[in-house]
């Protein structure tokens, strides 16, 4: 499979804890984006890199939450001191140097803080 | 803030017939416009895109078109069939932006066979 992939695809945790998320773009996707995503809702811009540089940072993303892209190749996603209202789907999406706009979800790591 | 809006929040269908989603945008400089497909539990696909200079883009049953003077575009499924069934997201891109794409909040369709 060629397109965006994200590890876990699941994650339970207790609130307070920390967590990392993982998401490898499509092969030579310079662009990736972190979305989040409640029920009924559409994705919420979070962050975005372009090679191992960031940015574009949300208002959404508290001191809490940090993304790294430290080699221009996988990105990750943590949380610190989880809450409840954590709770969601993270999306991750690549879009390459060529198309630029065109953004490609992954299927998502969804989070359920308890 | 910019935000998008969609409509309707639900529509269902009988197989043949056409479906047409319909999406605001607040931001005058957005200059892109996807259209994502969402099944139950799968990731966004990306199905259509329009680009600010062009007003209409077809690709076999699904064509968008955009109304940039009123900053609304829309979603047209022709002769929908029962795998069309899904949620379907609008989005504008953030002027200033590389990236940052703006949501709608979605539209379930239903195509009854």
């Known amino acids: 499979d060629t397109g965006v992939s994200q590890d876990p695809r699941h994650k339970i945790t207790k609130r307070g804890q920390n967590v990392t998320f993982r998401c490898d773009p499509i092969?030579?996707?310079?662009?990736l984006y972190w979305y989040r995503q409640t029920l009924g809702q559409g994705p919420e811009f979070l962050t975005y890199?372009?090679?191992?540089?960031?940015?574009?940072k949300s208002r959404l993303l508290s001191d809490r939450f940090s993304a790294e892209r430290p080699k221009g190749s996988f990105s990750t996603l943590e949380i610190q001191r989880t809450e409840q209202g954590d709770s969601a789907m993270y999306l991750c999406a690549s879009s390459s140097p060529d198309t630029g706009l065109e953004q490609y979800f992954g299927p998502g790591t969804r989070l359920t803080v308890t | 803030g910019e935000n998008v809006e969609q409509h309707p929040s639900t529509l269902s269908v009988q197989e043949g017939d056409s479906a047409v989603i319909k999406c605001t945008y607040s931001d005058s400089a957005s200059n892109y416009f996807p259209w994502y497909k969402q099944e139950l539990g799968k990731r966004p696909q990306l199905i259509i895109d329009i680009r600010s200079n062009v007003g209409e883009k077809k690709d076999q049953r699904i064509a968008v078109t955009l109304n940039k003077t009123a900053k609304h575009f829309s979603l047209h499924i022709t002769e929908t069939q029962p795998e069309d069934s899904a949620v379907y997201f609008c989005a504008a891109s953030k002027s200033g932006s590389q990236g940052n794409l703006i949501f709608g909040k979605g539209t379930k369709l239903s195509v009854k066979p």
């Open positions: 092969s030579e996707h310079n662009r």
């Open positions: 890199f372009q090679n191992e540089a960031q940015l574009e």
